[in-house]
């Protein structure tokens, strides 16, 4: 169902299934949306075209709406790439998404009105707009998560392995504030994690049976370390934007570089290592550079562009080997830190006084 230029349109107890987007409209109309089941809605022919500007391009979203006083509520909305993307929605309550999730608009994400009455799997989402100074641990109270201009966040010790389309997103946006991400696993997700902005310092994150695991969009003096992947089609992926952004990850990891402004003559510099030239990217939709190293060592990646004034990607990545998942041994780490040695030495003792026993025969 699309909608142009309306006022005052109501669509209740409609149920769409099976397609590429359920209910499409970003023309301002003042829709009011209710009791409506949208369910099977996916991407098409691609793989993880993850763009929040441009999800258009391969669908996959239950319901797409950029109202401007409109209502969306009491929704359920199952089994999609994308659940809801919405902004400009002055009233969004009570509405139930199931194995998938939901994107703001964050052009108009101010004036829209999410409250905790919103459910991915059973739990409110964890929407975090402008809290500053905030120390977040507890994934398992929250369904889904979306921290935005938050000055000096921290997230650390989080686990997601229900589907919600987006595990995490984070857009750090001002100058003055750090981000710190660590000790991060997310699972079974279309995307693990996006991350947009600057001062974000991550340790330790996985992403697990997803089909894309890192969009990192417009990163700036940032560094990355410990950056895992495990049976993810698209692993990391990264806009033309980023500068100054280091980023360590495992030999062999596929690196995708997308370029916003792709010019004839555009060439990606690595060094030590050749000049990469642009071509399309089938698994992202869009042209840019396949980047993969199978040895170990830092690599320095500058993008050359034919017009001096746009941006320059300048980019660190460091090839190192695969380090232990944080997910095995779980147990044993958690296991209290005496009984643990205590067990080892009361089995060399047992072992001792076997072979004492042994001997003595």
Same mark, same amino acid.
């Given at each position: 169902?699309?909608?142009?230029?309306?006022?005052?349109d109501?669509?209740?107890?409609?149920?769409?299934?099976?397609?590429?987007?359920? @209910?499409?409209?970003?023309? #301002?109309?003042d829709l009011?949306?209710?009791?409506?089941?949208?369910? !099977?809605?996916?991407?098409?022919?691609i793989? *993880?075209?993850?763009?929040?500007?441009y999800?258009l391009?391969?669908?996959?979203?239950g319901l %797409?709406?950029r109202?401007?006083g409109?209502? @969306?509520?009491n929704c359920?909305i199952?089994d999609?790439?994308i659940g809801?993307?919405?902004?400009r929605?002055?009233?969004?309550? #009570?509405?139930e998404?199931?194995n998938?999730?939901?994107?703001p !608009? #964050?052009?108009?994400?101010?004036?829209?009105?999410y409250?905790?009455?919103?459910t991915?799997?059973?739990?409110p989402?964890?929407i975090?707009w402008?809290? !500053?100074n $905030?120390v977040?641990s507890? *994934?398992?109270?929250y369904?889904q998560l979306i921290?935005?201009?938050?000055? =000096?966040?921290?997230?650390?010790?989080i686990?997601?392995?229900?589907p919600?389309?987006i595990?995490?997103?984070?857009l750090s946006?001002?100058n003055?504030?750090?981000?710190? $991400?660590k000790?991060i696993?997310?699972e079974?997700q279309e $995307?693990?994690l996006?991350?947009?902005?600057?001062?974000i310092i991550g340790?330790n994150?996985?992403?697990? =049976?997803?089909?894309?695991?890192?969009?990192?969009?417009g990163?700036k =003096?940032?560094k990355f370390?410990?950056? %895992?992947?495990?049976n993810?089609d698209v692993? @990391?992926?990264?806009?033309?934007t980023?500068?100054?952004?280091t980023?360590?990850i495992e030999q062999s990891t596929?690196?995708?570089l997308?370029?916003?402004? *792709?010019?004839y003559? !555009?060439? $990606?510099?690595?060094e030590?290592?050749?000049?990469?030239?642009?071509s399309?990217?089938n698994?992202l939709?869009?042209?840019?550079?396949e980047?993969q190293f199978?040895?170990?060592?830092?690599y320095?990646?500058?993008l050359t562009l034919?017009l001096p004034?746009?941006?320059?990607a300048?980019?660190?990545?460091?090839s190192?080997? +695969?380090?232990?998942?944080?997910?095995?041994?779980t147990?044993?780490r958690?296991f209290?830190f005496?009984?643990?040695?205590? @067990?080892?030495?009361i089995?060399l003792?047992?072992l001792i006084?076997?072979? +004492?026993?042994?001997y003595?025969k």
């Open positions: 169902m699309s909608f142009g230029f309306s006022s005052g109501k669509i209740s107890n409609v149920e769409i299934s099976d397609c590429s987007i359920g @209910i499409y409209s970003i023309w #301002y109309s009011n949306i209710s009791n409506c089941y949208i369910h !099977d809605c996916s991407w098409v022919s793989i *993880a075209k993850i763009n929040i500007n999800f391009d391969y669908g996959g979203i %797409m709406v109202s401007s409109g209502i @969306i509520e359920r199952e999609c790439s809801m993307m919405a902004g929605v002055q009233v969004n309550h #009570y509405n998404f199931i998938c999730g939901f994107v !608009d #964050y052009l108009n994400m101010y004036i829209t009105d409250d905790i009455t919103n991915v799997n059973g739990k989402i964890g975090f402008g809290v !500053d $905030l977040f507890n *994934a398992s109270l369904g921290f935005t201009a938050c000055d =000096n966040l921290t997230l650390s010790n686990h997601i392995s229900q919600c389309s595990a995490i997103q984070l946006l001002g003055s504030q750090t981000t710190y $991400l000790n696993i997310c079974n $995307l693990a996006y991350i947009q902005g600057e001062n340790e994150l996985y992403a697990k =049976n997803c089909k894309a695991g890192f969009s990192l969009n990163i =003096n940032s370390t410990k950056v %895992m992947t495990d993810t692993p @990391i992926y990264a806009t033309t980023s500068n100054n952004f980023i360590e596929k690196f995708y997308y370029d916003w402004f *792709a010019w003559g !555009d060439v $990606l510099e690595v030590p290592g050749n000049d990469i030239s642009m399309y990217i698994e939709g869009v042209p840019g550079y980047i199978n040895n170990f060592g830092t320095q990646l500058n034919p004034y746009l941006s320059r300048n980019i660190t990545i460091i190192v080997p +695969r380090y232990v998942r944080p997910d095995i041994f147990e044993i958690n209290p005496f009984w643990y040695w205590s @067990i080892i030495i089995g003792l047992v006084e076997y072979c +004492r026993r042994f003595q």
